[in-house]
Each structure stands twice: as structure tokens, then as C-alpha cells.
């Protein structure tokens, strides 16, 4: 007896050592990424599912009324999805959920765009700070399709029937060791009986509960992860750890169930099989399971401040990240003056992008040639106020702007599941923002290439009239157009800017740098005449617009070849 004691806590001793040794090395590992990472300003981006990485964002939309943050028809137009996935270096998916909202609900008050701004000096300075909360919401890491926001919102997972049951059948094979002592052969009988009862009991089960045991597990990381970070030390962060350590208090009682959840999930090597039967055989999963949903639904507040300060830190790593990786950017300022203005913006997701300085005031038209720039412009400052607004971060020397809601109305595309053609996608996706100004909000509104889907006469008079809309009712109106008429048509109510091009040897070439000033140029035909098109088309295009523009009316096709002749 006194030998086979020792050898048990020799074993015990052993897995001790190794498991120990295996944590100490992976954060090691883990260290040196992140200093790799924050070294170099590049990091490899874990594949996250759109509609995962969502879910808290369409949680909190649709416990709002009348949410008025960025649709999708904007967040399409922008590529925002892009420009998230440049931003997200977040650690855990309670962090990439947390970031993917945050640049989706803009709040025009501003409060806790200003308050996070703290936050982001802090683990960009702060390294020892940073790298405590990079191995802890590392350790949380990320899963698809948790939804671990909606235990905050609803009850989503039901409790197991009957609980009584699995705690009946987990005791049984306990019991039948003891009875060992006694009736060897009844023992031996019952201990085998449990184990093939609880066998089938367990993936019976699991296959009815699989994404709920899955979900709650993550649950559980997450309250495990705020007790761990409730428990750092250090000064600059006390106010963060103590934020977290009144509400985990009431769920605490869940780490002890997530350590039982997660027994032998680790992956610690040779022991992954003895710790998966230990699992099955006493049905700790769905034990556990109902032990943790239970606590949960019952402090529903506490857990969302947990989950929601635990994204905000990973978020906001993210943010600090984001900015190192920046050539330029600022923090911007703030206006009631309905203008944006800016130094030398880029666009966030071009390289080496061509910069622009502008101040656009209440009502701003864009023109310009095919290809010049204009669309792209306006896309940037679009993004760029977001960004402002959302993350406290402009990629720009200086920017200032009135805090408003961003709609845009770009992208266009017919429906045919919806019977709508291009114009009628078109006039409901400006619909959008005229709901939005006469709901009284603040609005920036972005337009590229106003109603191009129908005659030219309607669009000149439906765009301009429109245009006289935006301009004498609240909000900011950015408007890019091929419509030269336009610049004539609302001289008095918008301030022009233009981009142009200029053609050398054959070639044509833009500077993409936007201009005061309505466009003069136009290269529709010259571009024609460089792809080699027949003479004969660009000699009567050339003839066509020059009438045009001298007497204000189209001329009769086929009559400018009978005149020559």
C-alpha cells in the first residue's frame, strides 16, 4: 500500500510538472509574437465568420428602438467590413464582437468615444499592462458562433430536465467502487453498468445539446477571464480590475463549473483521453453545464458588464495597435459648426494614398472625369468619419467635424429578388438618409453619382431638386456627379471642388487631388480615342458635345454627316 501511494503521487507530481510546463512555455511563445507583432505593426488575422462576429451588434440593435447606427447599405458601400478587418486585432471574439459593434453604433454625444481615449494611451504606453491583458484574452481566444452576448439579452440556452438524474448517474460509478469493498461481483457488475449507462447517456445528449454546450463553455472562459484580469496588479489599472471585480463576484461560484467544464479540454498531451472518459463517465459537461446557466440567467447584469469590459479592453489593444501601424493619424476635434475639415487625409484602405485638405461646409458637390478620384475621396472622408467618431482616430494631420450619423448612397445595385431595377434601388436608398434628417438626427450624408439610373432630363431635375432639399434642411451633404449641369444648377447652395486629369503622348493621368471649383475637363472621348476606337464615332462624339455645350441642345444624330456631306 505504502508503495503504490508513492507511485500516485509520483504520477500526481508528474502531471503537476508537465501541465505546469506546458502553460509556462506557451506564454513564452506567446510573448515573443506580440512583441514580434507591436515590433514590426503586421499581424496574421484569424478567419472570422461575418455573421458571428455580428451577433452582439444585431443583439443590442434589436433591443433598441429606432437605431440609427451604421445600416448596412453604408457599411456595404465603404467596404467597412475591410477596414474592420484591418482594425481587428483582437485576441478573443467577445473582443472582435465588441470592436465590430463599436464601429457600427455610432453614439453623435460622444461620451464613450471620449472616455475610451484614456484606454488607448494607456496599452499603447503601457507595455507590462498590454501584454497581461494580451496572454489572458489570448487564453480566452476566439470561436465562431458562441453568441455569447445573448445571455445578457435572453435566456438562450434551456436548462437541462430533471438535473437530479445526471447527479444520480455521475454518483454511480462512485458508489459501485464502494460496493466493491463489500460484494465484489455486484460491485464489479454495477461499476460496468454505470459506465455504459452514462455512456450513452453522455452523446445521446451531446448531440441534442452539442451548440449549447459549446456556447456555454465560452460563457464560462469569459467569466474565468475577468475574474483572472480582476486579479492584476498594478496601479494604472486598478480602475479597470476594480470594475470588474463587484460584478464577477455573484459568478464566481461559475469557475469552479468551468474548470469541471473544461477538465481535459486543454489539450495538455499524453493525458487528453484519460481526461475526456473521466468527462463522459460522470457527465461533468452537463452538470456543469446547467450549473452555469443557471447562475448566469440569474445575474444577467453583472455578466453583461463583465462581457462588455472585457470587449473594451480587446478592443481598444486593437485601437492602440491599429494607430502604431498608422504613417499618420490624429485624435479629432469636435464642432456644432455643421463643416468636416481636414489636413492631408488618407483613404484607410489604400497604401501610400494620394492625401487631400479640405473644408467641406453644409453642402459640398464633387465633379470630375472617369477614373479622377472623386469617388474614392468622398469614400475616404465617409470612412474617416466614422473612424473619428468611433474609435477617436482619423487618418489625417488634423481633423475636425460636427458628430453626426454617416448614410451613404453609392453602391448601387438592382434587386431582382425584390422585382426593384437599378432606379428603383436607387431612390430607396436615398430614402434612407431623407427619413433620417426629417427624424431630426444629425446626418452626414454621401452620395456618388446621384440618380443615374434613369433619363437625363428627370435625373437633372430630380437630382437638383433634391440637391435644394439636402441644402436647406439639417446635416452635412457630400455629393459627387458627372453632371456638369449640377455645378451651374446649385452654385448658390454648394461650395464645387473638383479633380481633373491631364493627357500627354497618348496617355492620360490624374493627379487625384481635389481642386476648388466645378470641373471643366472631360475625357470620356479622349478615352475612346486612346483605346482606338473608329474616328468616325469620335469625330461625331467631339461634334456632338461641342454642340451641346455652344447651344444648350442635342443635335440630330446622322444630320452632322448629311451637312458634311
Known amino acids: 500500500m505504502i508503495k503504490i501511494g508513492k507511485l500516485l503521487v509520483i504520477g500526481v507530481s508528474v502531471i503537476i510538472i508537465w501541465m505546469a510546463y506546458h502553460f509556462l512555455t506557451r506564454n513564452k511563445k506567446k510573448l ?71 464601429l457600427r453604433d455610432i453614439d453623435p454625444s460622444l461620451t464613450q468615444v471620449q472616455n475610451n481615449e484614456e484606454l488607448y494611451t494607456l496599452l499603447a504606453d503601457n507595455q507590462e499592462i498590454r501584454e497581461k ?69 453522455y452523446y445521446r445528449n451531446k448531440s441534442v445539446l452539442e451548440n449549447e454546450l459549446f456556447a456555454v463553455s465560452y460563457v464560462a472562459s469569459v467569466i474565468q477571464t475577468a475574474k483572472s484580469l480582476s486579479a492584476i496588479q498594478h496601479p494604472e489599472f486598478s480602475t479597470y480590475a476594480n470594475e470588474l471585480k463587484e460584478p464577477v463576484q455573484p459568478l464566481k461560484r461559475v469557475v469552479l463549473w468551468t474548470n469541471i467544464f473544461s477538465f481535459g479540454k486543454e489539450k495538455v498531451g499524453d493525458f487528453d483521453v484519460i481526461f475526456e472518459y473521466i468527462r463522459i463517465i460522470f457527465l461533468l459537461d452537463f452538470i456543469s453545464y446547467n450549473k452555469i446557466i443557471k447562475t448566469v440567467s440569474n445575474h444577467k447584469e453583472q455578466y453583461r458588464k463583465i462581457w462588455e469590459r472585457i470587449g473594451e479592453l480587446d478592443a481598444a489593444i ?12 490624429c485624435t479629432p476635434t ?56 468611433t474609435i477617436n482616430t482619423a487618418l489625417a494631420k488634423k481633423w475636425r467635424m460636427k458628430p453626426s450619423y454617416v448614410a451613404t448612397s453609392m453602391a448601387i445595385q438592382d434587386n431582382v429578388l425584390d422585382g426593384d431595377s437599378y432606379f428603383i434601388a436607387e431612390i430607396k436608398s436615398l430614402k434612407r438618409i431623407t427619413r433620417l434628417i426629417e427624424e431630426g438626427k444629425p446626418c452626414i450624408s454621401f452620395v456618388d453619382e446621384i440618380l443615374k439610373g434613369t433619363n437625363t432630363i428627370e435625373r437633372i431635375a430630380a437630382s437638383a431638386a433634391l440637391m435644394e432639399w439636402l441644402s436647406v ?32 503622348n497618348g496617355e492620360i493621368h490624374f493627379d487625384y487631388t481635389v481642386h476648388p471649383g466645378p470641373s471643366t475637363t472631360k475625357n470620356a472621348i479622349k478615352l475612346l480615342e486612346i483605346l482606338g476606337y473608329p ?31
Open 334 to 389: 469636435f464642432t456644432e459648426q455643421e463643416e468636416i475639415a481636414f489636413e492631408n487625409m488618407a483613404h484607410p484602405l489604400i497604401d501610400k494614398s494620394v492625401t487631400n485638405t479640405s473644408t467641406l461646409g453644409k453642402s459640398t458637390l464633387v465633379t470630375g472625369s472617369n477614373a479622377s478620384g472623386k469617388s474614392t475621396y468622398i469614400k475616404a472622408v465617409a470612412i474617416n468619419a466614422i473612424l473619428a467618431q
Open 535 to 565: 474616328a468616325s464615332i469620335t469625330d461625331t462624339a467631339n461634334g456632338l458635345a461641342d454642340h451641346f455645350t455652344e447651344q444648350r441642345e442635342w443635335e440630330e444624330i446622322g444630320r452632322r454627316e448629311k451637312v458634311s456631306t
Open 133 to 201: 491583458l494580451l496572454l489572458n484574452l489570448s487564453s480566452l481566444g476566439k470561436r465562431n458562433y458562441t453568441n455569447s452576448s445573448s445571455y445578457f439579452y435572453e435566456n438562450q440556452g434551456d436548462k437541462i430536465k430533471h438535473p437530479f438524474v445526471y447527479l444520480l448517474l455521475a454518483i454511480l460509478p462512485i458508489l459501485s467502487i464502494i460496493l466493491m469493498f463489500y460484494n465484489l461481483t455486484s460491485g464489479i457488475v454495477m461499476l460496468v453498468g454505470s459506465f455504459l449507462v452514462n455512456i450513452i447517456m
Open 32 to 102: 515573443k509574437r506580440f512583441r514580434q507583432e507591436w515590433e514590426t505593426g503586421r499581424f496574421f488575422a484569424v478567419s472570422e465568420d461575418i455573421q458571428s462576429v455580428s451577433s452582439y451588434w444585431e443583439n443590442k440593435k434589436r433591443s433598441q428602438l429606432n437605431y440609427a447606427g451604421i445600416d448596412q447599405l453604408t457599411w456595404d458601400d465603404l467596404a467597412m467590413q475591410e477596414v474592420f478587418q484591418k482594425l481587428n486585432y483582437t485576441q478573443s471574439t467577445v473582443g472582435a464582437e465588441y470592436l465590430f459593434n463599436q
Open 473 to 504: 434642411h439639417n446635416g452635412i451633404s457630400v455629393i459627387a456627379s458627372h453632371d456638369i449641369e449640377l455645378t451651374e444648377m446649385s452654385r448658390h447652395h454648394y461650395t464645387n471642388y473638383h479633380f481633373r486629369e491631364s493627357i500627354a
Open 318 to 329: 486593437a485601437v492602440a495597435f491599429y494607430r502604431k501601424s498608422l504613417d499618420t493619424y
